[in-house]
């Protein structure tokens, strides 16, 4: 699992409501993402981070905001959630093995009423 | 739009079957191509990747083409077991950025 977890792992609100998803890391990579899992969309990027305090936009990144205060942890905000973002979330990092290659995490599955 | 096109959506294949999954992109800034497996309720795991300058990988039963003038690369999974059963994902890299194509379900009937 390359040591990424994912919480909550599982969630339902309601449209218009604040989410917050979180994602931690135990080894101290530079690199982290979020991505969306959509059928027939394959995962399409959301945010991504290259340090702490340090991100920047993916594809869809409109209705997502995302915050690193400390290497370990990368958060993604739904800032008032809309029932399009009901989605699979996965967390990712990237780990430097001779080749820069990306792990993901277990995912956490939102619905949005 | 998708950067990346994976086809086919689906397939079926016998047990000890050839499964064989095609990908094609158009941006010629990627130099990494893996390709992840996913079961369900899972997150997808890397299976096998390849770098440009290659044109064959194999690990075990799972062989990456790469055919870089075309533009496309494919997997093909040997022996096809019923254990093979899941959604995998073709993606390109570049700038630490991957770009996935929509993923094929691969059923495998014993």
């Known amino acids: 699992d390359a040591g990424i977890t994912q919480s909550p792992r599982h969630k339902v609100t309601e449209t218009g409501t604040p989410v917050t998803l979180r994602c931690h890391q135990t080894?101290?990579?530079?690199?982290m993402y979020w991505y969306r899992q959509d059928p027939g969309h394959g995962l399409r990027l959301i945010h991504y981070?290259?340090?702490?305090?340090?991100?920047d936009k993916g594809e869809v990144s409109d209705g997502y905001s995302v915050s690193r205060s400390k290497t370990e942890d990368f958060l993604l905000t739904l800032e008032s959630a809309t029932s399009s973002q009901t989605s699979v979330y996965f967390c990712?990092?990237?780990?430097?093995?001779?080749?820069?290659?990306?792990?993901f995490g277990p995912g956490t599955r939102l619905l949005v009423l | 739009q998708q950067q990346v096109k994976q086809s086919p959506q689906s397939l079926i294949v016998q047990k000890g079957g050839i499964s064989i999954i095609n990908c094609a992109y158009e941006?010629?800034?990627?130099?990494?191509f893996p390709w992840y497996q996913q079961f369900p309720g899972k997150g997808p795991a890397l299976l096998i990747a390849?770098?440009?300058?290659?044109s064959e990988k194999k690990e075990g039963r799972f062989t990456i083409s790469f055919n870089k003038s075309a533009k496309q690369f494919s997997l093909h999974i040997m022996d096809s077991q019923p254990g093979d059963s899941a959604t995998y994902f073709c993606?390109?890299?570049?700038?630490?950025?991957?770009?996935f194509g929509a993923g094929t379900t691969v059923t495998v009937r014993a």
């Open positions: 990712a990092i990237s780990v430097s093995t001779g080749q820069e290659t990306q792990y």
């Open positions: 080894e101290n990579h530079r690199y």
């Open positions: 981070s290259y340090g702490v305090k340090d991100t």
């Open positions: 941006n010629t800034a990627f130099d990494y």
């Open positions: 390849i770098r440009p300058d290659v």
């Open positions: 993606a390109a890299q570049n700038d630490y950025k991957l770009s």
